[in-house]
């Protein structure tokens, strides 16, 4: 196995043989590039980390690639040597800092505190600031974060889309089997293309939906991107447990992105102009809380106060509105059902929960969503081995490392099969686009649903068709 020291011992730049027409001194110069001085990662932070090794186990990266250099405690030695200028901000070491999906799993171990979470995101703009890309990586990244941030430009596809899908395209390109072959991110990219539908090209929520009965709470709700397009049923079962739960719901139509995908790679600029867009569009709304029902989009909402930590004219705004953000199921636990549930099946309902990273690591929600489901008649909860491990989606990472996303979706989806569960329950649309494609790929049929689709349907009373 490679440990740190050899790693860092191969990446030691090598002065050359001194010529006539080079001088090794700037040369040895030049290819010690470390971190610029906008936020590098603190050496303070660094320093917590006592190199234990418990983040090991827990690391995505590190159990499939099998590297010191793709865990946390390896990326730390590499954030220490190049901040000592030991190491060179390049592809050899930038590597290592893209191969990490940000699941946070390392934060939760940690028995030092070890803050990875803010080192890994200091690094990740340093990354995209210092180190040029590849072509092909330029353009897949172009390509994403063009896009993806963007529901009305992603909605404008949707047609195509549909067009792909319905008329035997895409059943003809996956038999082919030559889209991996030739262009691998944009495989990984079709193949996480959920079903389009008519509801995919909709775009009619009101303003305002008043709560039924007595009014408890006035809350604010973000739609999200990919939630909005391809997950809509869920922002409508959403809606409907709020207001049958006496919460009256405001949905801001200048609404945008969360700026979680560009938070989420390195892309400062991006992130602070969503984040104020955000901000902007929630300001006169006069909610008690602002709601979100993906699990990624909430992490980064609750980061705004660090995303527009420069920003002296947004700061206080971002930590208000940050401190408003609640996950629904976190704010449904707290508050309280009111409206009666009824079973969804004749029988027992052996339900696997997913955890999705950012909720239980990055919001540490986790008994939350179980509370809530546990509480629909004749459900039982069955968990899987290794519940805490990422699924490989990660955002965008499925896109971006195909290959880990891979294997990490393969052992997801079989320790899901393994609990025996009639229905898999998703709190994050990326995570259950990554379940979905790897039931596909294993031919196995398993209904999966977000936990307000369970509540919504266990509210008006409806059976579930297994």
Sequence with gaps: MQTSEDFLAKTK?????RSKSFNVQESFEREIKGFDAKNPPKQELIDTCVHCGFCLATCPSYRVIGKEMDSPRGRIYLMNAINQGEAALEEATTQHFDSCLGCLACVTTCPSGVQYDKLIAATRPQVERNQPRSLPDRLIRTLIFNLF???NRLRTLLPLFWFYQKFGLQKLVRQSGLLPKLFPRLAAMES???EITADSLQDNLPEIIPAQGKKRYRVGLILGCVQRLFFSSVNEATIRVLTANGCEVVIPKNQGCCAALPAHQGQEEQARVLARQMIDSFAQTEVDAVI?????CGHTLKEYGHILADDPE?????????????DIQEFLAKVGLTAKLSPLTEG???IAYQDACH????QKISLQPRQLLAQIPGVTLKE???AALCCGSAGVYNMLQPEVADELGQQKVTNLLNTGADLIASSNPGCSLQIKKHLRLKNKVIPLMHPMELLDYSIRGMKLNL
């Design 292 to 296: 979100i029902n993906a699990a990624g």
């Design 13 to 17: 730049p090598i002065a050359p043989e």
């Design 384 to 386: 899987p081995v290794d």
């Design 192 to 194: 996480i293309l959920p």
């Design 348 to 350: 027992e309902l052996k």
């Design 149 to 151: 941030p963007y529901p």
């Design 359 to 362: 909720l239980l690591h990055g």
């Design 314 to 326: 947004y700061l206080g705004k971002a930590k208000a509105f940050a401190n408003k953000v609640k």
